[in-house]
């Protein structure tokens, strides 16, 4: 079965400063693609990130970047100069590419920046 | 990015009624988009996938009776919640997929909030 586990349920950063989320995930597949979502109070689900897996170099999205270790099946989602609006719920979440491209979420981190 | 729509935003209704929510990618056509709903401080759980054209494939312990999906047009699909009772209250949430350079990603509404009294 293909899994995503998020092991934080809850964090807190002070504000300018760099909080790291992690996920990892387990399957036999050897292409598929992972993903960052947030969802702030307002519940709107908004894209963070994205990674490849048969793409070595990490994804950045600007204060966003992350730390892909295929072979330890581990993504973790790197934040810098931490802002109040980031503030949210951090869903990792897989897709295989072979199937019907369902997502797996993990669990989700609450993620709070302190002022 | 892609914008997907819900309505309404928010619902109350009485136990017994039906609900219909809308979901629409205003500015790329969708040949699939998904059904989630997700209950307070847990994750999204997938409740079916619904293709234009064709009958929506449910997931496990997913009543297809009572969650009706209609996918109508490569913008709409609809999520009809039969004879509502207080235990479907929930946080609805679509997404539709939109492919790009041969990569898909999905992109979610804004969600929909279901009180039935």
């Known amino acids: 079965a293909q899994t995503v586990t998020q092991s934080q349920p809850e964090m807190s950063v002070q504000e300018a400063e760099t909080v790291t989320l992690s996920c990892t995930y387990d399957?036999?597949?050897?292409?598929?693609?992972l993903f960052w979502y947030k969802q702030p109070p307002s519940r709107q689900m908004i894209l963070v990130i994205r990674?490849?897996?048969?793409?070595?170099q990490n994804a950045t999205e600007n204060r966003f970047s992350v730390n892909f270790q295929k072979a330890a099946k581990s993504f973790s989602l790197k934040i810098s100069d931490s802002q109040l609006g980031d503030t949210a719920m951090y869903f990792c979440a897989f897709i295989p590419t072979s199937g019907t491209y369902k997502y797996i979420f993990g669990t989700g981190t609450r993620l709070k920046v302190l002022a | 990015g892609a914008v997907v729509s819900q309505h309404p935003s928010r619902v109350i209704c009485k136990s017994g009624t039906s609900v219909k929510i809308e979901c629409r990618s205003l500015?790329?056509?969708?040949?699939?988009m998904f059904w989630y709903r997700q209950f307070p401080k847990k994750s999204l759980m997938l409740m079916a996938t619904?293709?234009?054209?064709?009958?929506?494939?449910?997931e496990q312990g997913v009543e297809k009776d009572k969650f009706l999906i209609n996918h109508a047009s490569l913008t709409l699909s609809t999520l009809t919640v039969t004879s509502a009772h207080p235990e479907d209250s929930s946080f609805y949430i679509c997404?539709?997929?939109?492919?790009?350079?041969?990569?898909?990603?999905?992109?979610f509404g804004p969600g929909t909030r279901l009180l039935v009294l």
């Open positions: 619904s293709n234009e054209g064709s009958k929506a494939t449910y």
């Open positions: 500015d790329f056509q969708a040949t699939t």
């Open positions: 990674q490849e897996a048969y793409k070595q």
């Open positions: 399957t036999s597949e050897n292409n598929y693609y």
């Open positions: 997404s539709a997929s939109q492919v790009e350079r041969e990569e898909e990603t999905q992109y």
